[in-house]
């Protein structure tokens, strides 16, 4: 008798078990297709990089953190340094002080005309990559820019005194701001839409004006999706490579060919043909981005993992 | 007289929002409006004339025949091959995403939390940052400069796994699929037969974000095609631009790509994804924070 329960019981145990291990199977091959990009395009070229920046990649022997040295070593990587921060500070403040002003404000006027405003705001997104500069390098352009009028009363009166008299950092932070803060507004928007009407109300009653409803209510109630925004544009903006690469379209005294970090890795692979040392400062760039990702997946609670 | 009209209350407070707006408004809209105008003007009608004196059917007919015929056809060999990555990329990151994030979702399994936590991660760092080394790979293995080459690499799309993943989490109903498991559905049937047909909102919203990335991808394609048969629309334009000089202002050359053209050139990168932009707001709100706590 017992031996019978005791044989069903681990029948099914086994049974159970069987099935889980049929079912994890099956979890993974509808991963797979994924697994496999994954693997292709997010581990493996970050360890072949990795790999590949203690070579000699022209002999091919191994020779440490040479490349490395030479990285460090080259006059223009600081320089480059210095311009992204540069650019980083400009664009993120840009960003944060525009998006959450923009966006505060539209939630305080009526929401028909609010709405209209943030698709206006909306669609420069529409203008990405190559296309923002094409665009930019004409409206900096006094000869044929629609801020003509503008450009002429600061005394600009070609497209080298526009650039000069704005800073390369502040253009290129001008022509990101103008393509990606439509988004995040339309973003905001929906998120200061779905705030709690009785805080709302509770304030309103207690005397508070639309300016301390804004500042002192909606937000610090935003202020963690703005700082999310502002670390993500960060990251991103250390990997500025399109605006500085295309500034030669303007023509040869425009070029700014090493003026950012992922333009100089780009310049050691295709000018010089030294992959170890693109690959050096490609794993620097890409571990900076890395370690930002592990801050905000581990330490807030932004996206949700379970 | 003046009792009669309700008073004029000029609140500076409510000026200064409408001002700040109102400015906005010209600094966003402006140069795209500029730019949408500029395409049916001539190069000296864009020197001489007020910055947004309209051109005429002439002129936006010469400069439309400039650009599409210069160099063989060339910008249509290029809107070509854009829509060729696209279709494949969107389709690939498609055929990825949406099972991968059904199985997050709906099901335990080891190693779930680590794919979990390296898509997030990937997700995060910016795709910008892997260029190189995805180059460094893709010539490793003979696959740059090939139209492969940029759809596999443009199917990887983390984001889209997450968005699925998301969707999923919150939408599946568990007492319909409890009982489909119980009456003997494997997991594949319950994904084909119950999610897949939930499903058509997810599918299309990781297909307008794997659009938008595909279709304006500038950094990845320079640095992976070599061969300018290969380019698409975004390479292509600073291709135009640079082989003519027509933004440098330099004293001319018999070259027919001007600035009108590079305009309309410009036109086509931009207006693919205005068009579906203007008919697709909506998505962006649901998309961008979508999983991130509110406030």
Redesign the interface.
């Known amino acids: 008798m017992a031996s019978d329960v005791r044989a069903a019981a681990s029948d099914r145990v086994r049974r159970a078990r069987q099935k889980a291990r049929r079912d994890t199977r099956m979890s993974y091959l509808l991963l797979a297709p994924y697994l496999i990009l994954l693997l292709m395009f997010g581990l493996f070229p970050i360890a072949y990089a990795f790999g590949l920046s203690f070579f000699d990649t022209i002999e091919m022997v191994f020779w440490g953190f040479t490349n490395y040295q030479f990285v460090f070593d080259d006059f223009r990587v600081p320089a480059s340094v210095v311009n992204v921060l540069a650019f980083v500070a400009i664009w993120v403040t840009l960003t944060m002080i525009g998006v959450a002003m923009l966006s505060l404000m539209l939630d305080s006027i009526n929401r028909k005309t609010a709405n209209t405003l943030r698709t206006i705001y909306f669609l420069p997104g529409a203008v990405t990559s190559s296309a923002i500069v094409v665009l930019w390098l004409f409206v900096l352009d006094p000869s044929v820019s629609p801020f003509q009028p503008v450009l002429h009363t600061l005394g600009w009166g070609t497209r080298a005194d526009v650039i000069s008299g704005i800073g390369l950092a502040g253009v290129f932070a001008i022509m990101a701001y103008f393509s990606a803060s439509g988004g995040w507004i339309v973003v905001f928007g929906g998120a200061l839409s779905s705030l709690p009407t009785e805080v709302m109300e509770a304030a309103r009653i207690d005397g508070a004006n639309r300016f301390q409803l804004a500042t002192r209510i909606k937000l610090p109630m935003i202020w963690r999706s703005l700082v999310l925004m502002g670390i993500l544009s960060f990251a991103g903006g250390l990997q500025l490579f399109v605006e500085p690469q295309l500034m030669g379209l303007a023509g040869p005294q425009f070029a700014q060919n090493d003026w950012s970090l992922n333009q100089m890795a780009f310049q050691y692979a295709f000018r010089m043909g030294d992959f170890g040392a693109s690959a050096a400062l490609s794993t620097l760039l890409v571990g900076a981005s890395i370690v930002i990702a592990l801050v905000i997946v581990f330490a807030t609670k932004f996206y949700k993992i379970d | 007289m003046s009792t009669r009209t309700a008073p004029m209350r000029i609140n500076p ?1 409510r000026f200064v ?2 001002a ?2 109102a400015f ?2 010209c ?9 949408f105008i ?1 395409g049916t003007r001539s190069e000296s009608s ?2 001489t004339q007020s ?2 004196a309209l051109g005429d059917w002439d002129s936006f007919a010469r400069t439309w025949t400039n650009l599409t015929t210069y160099n063989n056809f060339q910008i249509l060999t290029w809107t070509v091959n854009s829509l060729i990555y696209v279709v494949g990329g969107v389709l ?1 990151s498609l ?3 949406i ?2 994030g ?3 979702a709906a ?1 335990e ?2 190693g ?2 680590l ?8 997700m ?3 795709s ?10 893709l010539n ?1 293995l003979g696959l740059s400069n090939t139209y492969a080459g940029l759809i ?2 443009s ?2 799309f ?1 984001f889209g ?2 968005l699925t993943y ?1 969707y999923f ?1 919150t939408s599946l109903p568990k007492g319909v699929m409890d009982s489909a498991r119980v009456d003997g559905a ?3 049937q319950l ?1 084909s037969r119950i999610a897949l047909p939930l499903a058509r909102p997810i599918i299309a919203l990781v297909a307008f974000f794997s659009f ?1 990335g595909i279709w ?4 990845l394609a320079f ?1 992976l095609l070599s061969d300018d048969k290969l380019y698409n629309l ?2 292509g ?2 291709a135009l ?2 082989g003519s ?1 027509a ?4 004293p001319s050359n018999d070259v027919p790509i001007k ?1 009108p053209e ?2 309309l050139a ?1 036109i086509l ?3 693919p ?2 068009l579906i ?2 008919a697709a ?1 909506r998505f ?3 998309g ?2 979508s ?5």
């Open positions: 407070g929002v409408f700040t707006l906005a408004v600094f966003y809209g402006i140069p795209l409006l500029w730019l500029a864009l020197l910055p947004f690939l055929i990825a995403c099972p991968a059904y199985a997050l099901s399994f080891p779930r939390r794919v979990l936590i390296f898509t997030l991660i990937a995060i760092t910016p910008t940052a892997v260029v190189l080394p995805i180059f460094l790979e490793m596999l690499a199917g990887f983390p796994v997450y998301v989490s494997n997991r594949f994904f938008l304006s991808n500038y950094f640095v975004p390479v334009l600073t631009v640079s000089g933004l440098s202002n330099l600035k590079v305009v410009a990168v931009v207006l994804v205005l932009f203007m707001q962006v709100r649901s961008m924070l999983g991130a706590e509110k406030g």
